[in-house]
C-alpha cells in the first residue's frame, strides 16, 4: 500500500487499533496480538497519548509505553508505521506550539522512537488560533521528528479552514483524516467532511470502523450489550439491526466472517485508506488481516449499501 504522497502509510489496508493495550490488554497478551498483526502484512498501529487514561490507575500513555517496547524487542521499527495523536478531548491550548513540541517529545520516550510517521491532532480546540496550530505542526515537521500529519474529529468547516492556512503559509498541511464511520454510523464524518476529503486528497482512515464489536454479527439482542465494550457497542444498535441479515448473506457468498464483510464495504467507500481497527486475540488479528484482501462485487456492495447509515438519503 506505499503510496509516496502518504509516508505515513504502508502495509496492508488496515491499521491496528492501540486503544486496547493497556486497557484490555496487557504487556504480554498486546505483544501476542502484534506478533500476529506483523505476521499478517500489518503495519499501520495507531495510538494516542491519552489512551488508556479511562482506566482507573492509569494516566495516559500506557498504550504508547507497549507498542514501544514491542518495537524495540523485535527490532522492527523501519517497517512499521507508527501514528499516534495528542490533543484528547480537544482541551484549551492543547495545540499550541509549545505545547504540540512537548507532547510529541514524550510520545517518542515512551514509543522508544526519534520519530513517527503519522501525527495527528487528536481532536480540533478553539483557543488555539489555526495559523498558529498549522504553523505548530509544520515545525515538527521539519524537526525530522513527524512524517506526515493527520486529523481526527475535525468539523469539514474547521478542515478546510486549516487546509487554506496551510496553503498561505507555505506549511505542511493534513493529509490524512480520521473519523468515526462504519456501515451502520457516521458519527463524526458527515458527507460534507467525506465530499471535502476526497475534494482535497485526504487518505481517511476511520475509526469505530467494527462499530466496537456490533458489525461482527456478536450481539444478537439488547441483552448482549454488557460492560464498558458492550455499552460501546450498543450505540449503533438503533439502525444497525437491520444490516445484520445482509451482512450474514454475503458472508455466505464469500466465505468471510461478517466482519470481514462490513471491513470490505467500508475499505471500498471513496477515500478510505484503510479502516481501523482492533484485536485482542490472535484469532480476531487474523481474521482482520484477511478482510485487507477481500474485495466485495458490485452487487454485494450495493446489497449492503441499502442498508447502510446513507440508505433512502
Known amino acids: ?75 522492527v521499527r523501519a517497517e512499521m508505521k507508527i501514528h499516534t495523536k495528542t490533543g484528547m478531548g480537544g482541551p484549551a491550548g ?21 520519530y513517527v510517521d503519522l501525527y495527528y491532532a487528536h481532536r480540533d480546540e478553539a483557543q488555539t488560533p489555526i495559523d498558529e496550530v498549522v504553523a505548530g505542526f509544520d515545525g515538527l515537521v521539519k524537526t525530522g521528528k513527524v512524517r506526515e500529519l493527520g486529523a481526527s474529529n475535525f468539523t469539514a468547516e474547521r478542515l478546510a479552514a486549516s487546509l487554506e492556512s496551510a496553503a498561505r503559509q507555505g506549511a505542511t498541511p493534513y493529509t490524512v483524516l480520521q473519523p468515526g464511520y462504519n456501515l451502520v454510523w457516521r458519527g463524526e464524518f458527515p458527507r460534507e467532511l467525506h465530499h471535502l476529503a476526497i475534494a482535497r486528497g485526504l487518505a481517511v482512515l476511520p475509526y469505530y470502523a467494527l462499530a466496537a464489536g456490533f458489525l461482527t454479527g456478536k450481539y444478537r439482542s439488547s441483552d448482549d450489550f454488557q460492560g464498558m465494550r458492550g455499552g460501546n457497542a450498543k450505540m ?49 488479528v487474523e481474521e482482520l488481516c484477511g478482510a485487507a484482501s477481500l474485495e466485495l462485487s458490485p452487487d454485494q456492495l450495493a446489497r449492503l449499501t441499502a442498508v447502510s447509515v446513507d440508505a433512502g438519503t
Open 1 to 75: 500500500m506505499a503510496d509516496t504522497r502518504h509516508p505515513g502509510l504502508g502495509g496492508i489496508r488496515l491499521v491496528f487499533g492501540g486503544n486496547v493495550f493497556g486497557w484490555t490488554l496487557d504487556r504480554e497478551q498486546s505483544f501476542i496480538v502484534l506478533d500476529a498483526f506483523y505476521a499478517g502484512g500489518g503495519r499501520m498501529i495507531d495510538s494516542a497519548e491519552g489512551y488508556s487514561s479511562w482506566i482507573p490507575g492509569n494516566k495516559g500513555g500506557e498504550s504508547e509505553t507497549i507498542i514501544g517496547a514491542w518495537l524495540e524487542s523485535r527490532g
Open 236 to 284: 449503533f444498535s438503533h439502525d444497525g439491526w437491520k444490516a445484520l441479515p445482509v451482512l450474514e448473506a454475503v458472508a455466505r457468498e464469500t466465505g468471510a466472517t461478517i466482519g470481514q464483510v462490513a471491513l470490505a464495504w467500508l475499505a471500498a467507500q471513496p477515500a478510505i485508506c484503510a479502516p481501523v481497527a482492533s484485536g485482542t486475540t490472535v484469532r480476531q
Open 94 to 114: 492543547a495545540l499550541a506550539p509549545t505545547r504540540l513540541a512537548a507532547a510529541l517529545d514524550g510520545s517518542l520516550e515512551r514509543l522508544r522512537t526519534d
